[in-house]
């Protein structure tokens, strides 16, 4: 904290250099995403290296063919130097080949470009729906219950949404599918078919993470309500509506928008338990079938796609965030 | 696994928020915080609910063991019937009493995982802090690239290692947990690291184990706990998602999760034996969740409440109407026509748990067109609240009554309506005490400017922000044009002031209130506020209600001199004529203004006591306790009123005002010419 507090009273000591925050900001994100995206890639690519004993007797059980045993070494380069390894690895990350699944023998592209799709359509879809109910959801019990008005209305949102915010997306997809699949049969049970398909499993993961982001919105429009230049804004005799939208909102949007960010990267997460649970055509179930049958080549895939994406989301969050609050370039410059 | 990485990086950031403001005080004070919890209904209620759920997990297999394998193989795959609850499974057996004796397995490896978490996250944290300056900002770049990465990767990695069971997943999750600890540690540890008692420790040369284990880790214990318990709640969720994906638990053995996920493929023929593990999982969750928010919110509100009274306590009020306090009769200047701004009997209450508290009890002021009134007093006197009320900005639980207030022919206690929105918006303008804060920092000045015009006059934002230009030049803002379209944080303090004065330019002012306008400001920016405060009055033909605890301030800008006093006006008289004040306090806040005559070898003068309580006003005359001249009549509160003095007649509530120009005590009086506060008379 100390030292965080240092660097902003130093950087804004040397505010002439203004033009220049931009190309230092740019300069370090770019810095930590090259070295996040090289730590991920090594990471990928040290995971069948770790594994303890031999990891194609592990797949393919202690019994197996020794010819069958070396075939699948070559295949996966295992029989090569280690330093080999990497570079033929980054050499073939850079053509985009990720090499061929051990489970199905098709091309782990093929299978990443069929599946990913869905996944990124649930994610996002769900996310806008998360933020279209908690923004304003936030928002509007910030206004009723500032000044501590409304004890009772208060006491209620708090209390629901920090149960709902603390039962988990699949706990809440099976009770949808009891509720909704099975005793009431208004929707399908599982798979991907047209718009019906998408309610239960986007309405099991916005739920708990639209509660837990409004609460957050709530205590942090509460804050800027109490702020100075908000009885400035009163000051001027502004309509209320003006107050809330234009001087408080977008000041309780730094923190919203960071939330937002780890949001989404978690909801890419989220997506591997709700999309086995409704046997969503994504990259989830692909993910657990890949484990369990020790398919290195889709499992080291998964990886760097996961994680590609979060890199990808953060990256995104913060060049935004730069660009909405204004001090925050100055702060990480 | 998601689950126990998102929630740990929200509960970090909250309770680091939380632990912050508090953390500066000794550590015997914050463990009490924490046995808080036990002396509120709910959070008996967790901690109960902690107990039971690890009392079931050491007792479950023991109790209900056998149970839980015995095969019923008449119900095979059963609903709920008697004798099975919760139904049976494929293999008969009772699913209550499976789902009782998971709770070990399911409780336990998720505690481990916290334990794995929490143990090498504050070893990371403490070391990346211990370390040498280089070393720690490399360790803060790696833990804020992990802090990034879901907990899903380090799972899939560990699963991919370990291969699919418990062991993976323990690991796993504890990793995922690691990095969200290690910058909790970091950032609270770094903390505690720059306050002065660790300072003083490395100046006696205490070593850096010692003052970690000494100093650091019980000052950091508390957020730690907190955060740990949440951390087990998800943690705990997270491994049921394992389990139920196939990563955790493998049979024979079974968890929550391992139950769920057969639970899910009966879900047609007995839905409870997937809603039984899935309440056992959601209640032993929240029961985690629920100690830590609370331990979180405790931490958190402590801190608030130990503020809020600081604040009540400075606001100055009484809990009981002192005899005649109702009973203030009217100003002696009877409100003329060209009166602006017309207070009577102004009462602003707040109501506690203890009884109401009064701040402000029963202002009449008066201030015509184009006249500069003061408002002086210690902290606590109530102006600013006056302020504040008059100009309708207090809210909530604040209550304001008054007999009159009227504003420029607009009655401000009844409700405003669109037209008289607009008069108040053009015509009373306010300057606030901190520049800093008084703007909007994500809004350009001008824009925060021309928002007055667009709002109540109709003009368009192009003529409103040219008007916003020229006013802030007329405030003397160098290159108004480039400088309307910058951030306020670009500006400084004294130029964030002028742009507030600009800002109560836009419309035609009737009435500028300035509350402490110059206080938060360096001592030769308060000059050239204060001449352009005048030099704007003077222009724009407002009136000025300067509301300041520096008499010296007050004296060089207004016509008028009105002195509060633990929520009452004691003096009211023309600053020409303050030499004569007659009243006890308004000589005793003149002895304390230094002038260039003021001896130096002598300490500067003040007032001896303290503003009284606000609990326990004393009866009678507030200042009594303070007074030099004070006998038994000052029991009797005095009420406001005229008191002939060698020149202008002024108003006094004083039973023993000072009649005569020198004071019968023999301190001398000041000269008021020569009044001001050291550097302002120099910079002039």
Redesign the interface.
């Known amino acids: ?3 965080v507090e240092t660097t902003i009273a130093g950087a804004s000591r040397r ?1 002439s250099l203004l033009a220049n925050e931009w190309v230092r900001f740019a300069v370090r994100r770019l810095g ?1 995403l090259v ?2 995206m090289w ?2 890639v090594t ?1 990928a690519f040290g ?2 290296h ?3 004993g031999d990891p194609v007797r ?1 797949a393919l059980g202690f019994n197996a063919d020794p010819a069958l045993v070396a075939a699948r070494r070559a295949e996966l380069g295992l029989d090569q130097g280690l330093l080999t390894q990497y570079w033929t690895y980054l050499g073939q990350l850079l053509h985009g080949d990720l090499g061929t699944s051990l489970q199905s023998r098709l091309p782990v592209s093929q299978v990443i470009s069929d599946r990913l799709p869905n996944t990124l359509a649930l994610a996002g879809i769900t996310f806008v729906v998360t933020l279209l109910i908690a923004v304003p959801l936030g928002v509007g019990m910030a206004i009723l219950t ?4 409304r004890r009772g209305t208060e006491l209620g949102y708090t209390s629901g949404a ?2 709902l915010s ?6 809440l997809a ?2 949808l ?2 509720l909704f699949a ?2 009431f049969q208004l929707l399908p049970i599982a798979g991907r078919a047209g718009f019906s398909s998408f309610i239960l499993p986007v309405a099991a993961m916005t739920l708990g993470s639209a509660a ?1 982001i409004s609460r ?1 919105v709530r205590v942090e429009m509460l804050s800027v309500l109490g ?3 908000v ?9 209320p509506h ?1 107050i809330y939208l ?2 408080a909102l ?2 309780a949007m730094t923190a919203t928008l960071t ?1 937002s960010g ?2 989404l ?2 909801l ?3 997506t ?2 709700v999309e ?2 409704f046997a969503w055509p994504g990259l989830g179930p692909t ?2 079938s890949s ?2 049958s ?1 398919d ?1 080549p889709m ?1 080291r895939a ?2 760097l796609v ?2 590609g994406l ?2 990808l989301i ?1 990256l995104v969050v913060d060049i935004v965030l730069a660009i ?4 925050s370039a ?1 702060r990480k410059a | 696994m998601s689950a126990a990485n998102d929630h740990v990086d929200a509960s970090v950031d909250s309770t680091a928020k939380d632990a912050a403001p508090s953390s500066g005080k000794p550590v015997s004070g914050r463990r009490s915080r924490l046995a808080m919890l036990f002396a509120t209904p709910v959070g008996i209620a967790a901690i109960t609910a902690d107990l039971l759920v690890i009392l079931l997990a050491v007792f479950g297999p023991i109790i209900w063991g056998t149970r839980a394998e015995t095969n019923d193989f008449d119900n095979l795959d059963s609903g709920p019937i008697s004798g099975h609850p919760f139904g049976t499974d494929k293999l008969g057996r009772d699913i209550l009493a499976r789902v009782l004796v998971a709770a070990r397995l399911s409780i336990g490896l998720a505690l481990s995982a916290t334990l794995i978490g929490i143990v090498v996250g504050v070893l990371i944290g403490t070391m990346a802090n211990l370390a040498g300056r280089r070393l720690s900002r490399v360790f803060s770049t790696f833990i804020g690239i992990a802090v990034a990465f879901p907990g899903l990767l380090l799972a899939l990695f560990f699963a991919v290692i370990f291969g699919a069971g418990p062991t993976g997943a323990v690991l796993a999750l504890g990793a995922a947990m690691a990095p969200g600890f290690a910058r909790l540690t970091q950032t609270l540890s770094a903390s505690v690291v720059g306050r002065d008692f660790v300072s003083a420790a490395k100046v006696l040369g205490v070593s850096r184990l010692r003052v970690l284990t000494r100093h650091v880790v019980p000052n950091i214990a508390e957020p730690l706990i907190v955060n740990a318990t949440l951390a087990a709640g998800s943690c705990l969720l997270a491994f049921a998602g394992l389990s139920f994906l196939g990563l955790g638990v493998q049979l024979p053995s079974y968890d929550w999760g391992r139950m769920l996920a057969e639970g899910l493929n009966a879900i047609y023929t007995n839905p409870m034996a997937a809603l039984g593990p899935a309440l056992a999982i959601v209640l032993s969750g929240l029961a985690f969740n629920l100690t830590g928010e609370l331990g979180a919110q405790l931490a958190g509100r402590r801190t608030t409440r130990g503020r809020r009274r600081q604040r009540g306590a400075a606001d100055g009020s009484d809990d009981q109407r002192a005899p005649g306090a109702g009973g203030l009769p009217a100003a002696a200047d009877t409100p003329s026509s060209d009166a602006v701004l017309v207070v009577r009997n102004l009462r602003v209450s707040v109501r506690t748990d203890g009884g109401t508290i009064e701040p402000v009890r029963g202002v009449d002021l008066t201030v015509r067109a184009g006249e500069a009134v003061g408002i002086v007093g210690e902290s606590g006197s109530g102006k600013s609240l006056t302020a504040l009320s008059i100009a309708g900005l207090t809210h909530e639980p604040l209550e304001v009554t008054a007999d009159e207030l009227w504003f420029d022919e607009l009655d401000l206690r009844s409700a405003i309506g669109r037209r008289g929105r607009a008069q108040l918006g053009t015509s009373l303008s306010l300057v606030f005490q901190d520049p800093m804060s008084s703007l909007n920092p994500t809004m350009r000045v001008g824009d925060q400017l021309a928002e007055v015009a667009t709002e109540h006059q109709h003009l368009s934002w192009k003529n409103a922000r040219e008007r916003a230009v020229s006013r802030l030049r007329d405030v003397r803002i160098a290159a108004p044009g480039r400088r309307a379209r910058q951030l306020p944080h670009e500006w400084s303090g004294g130029m964030r002031q002028r742009a507030m004065i600009g800002m109560g330019l836009m419309g035609e002012p009737k009435l500028l209130i300035a509350d402490e306008p110059t206080t938060a400001l360096d001592v030769t920016v308060q000059q050239q506020v204060l001449e352009l405060l005048e030099s704007t009055k003077q222009q724009s033909g407002a009136a000025l209600l300067l509301i300041s605890h520096d008499l010296s301030v007050v004296s060089s800008v207004c016509d008028r001199v009105v002195v509060m006093y633990a929520g009452r006006i004691v003096e009211e008289l023309p600053t020409a004529d303050l030499e004569h004040a007659r009243h006890p306090y308004t000589k005793a806040l003149l002895r304390a203004v230094p002038s260039m005559d003021t001896p130096r070898e002598e300490p500067l003068a003040t007032i001896a006591g303290r503003p009284p309580d606000p609990a326990s006003l004393p009866v009678g005359c507030p200042f009594a306790p303070r007074c030099p001249r004070a006998d038994d009549r000052c029991r009797v509160e005095p009420a406001l009123l005229p008191v002939a003095g060698r020149r202008a007649l002024g108003l006094a509530a004083c039973h023993h005002p000072h009649l005569d120009p020198v004071s019968e005590s023999g301190v001398s009086i000041v000269d008021i010419s020569k009044v001001g506060a050291p550097g302002i008379g120099e910079t002039r």
Do not use: C, W
């Open positions: 904290m100390a030292t505010q930590i070295l996040s730590l991920l990471f995971m069948i770790l594994i303890p592990a500032q000044h501590g008005r920090m149960v603390a039962i988990p997306e699949f706990l099976v009770v599918v009891y099975v005793k837990a957050i702020q100075d230049f009885r400035t804004a009163a000051a001027k005799r502004l309509r003006r234009r001087h977008p000041n939330l780890l949001l990267s978690s890419v997460a989220a591997v338990l086995n649970i993910m657990v484990i369990l020790k290195f499992v998964i990886v996961y994680g979060v890199l953060n909405v609050d204004p001090r100055i």
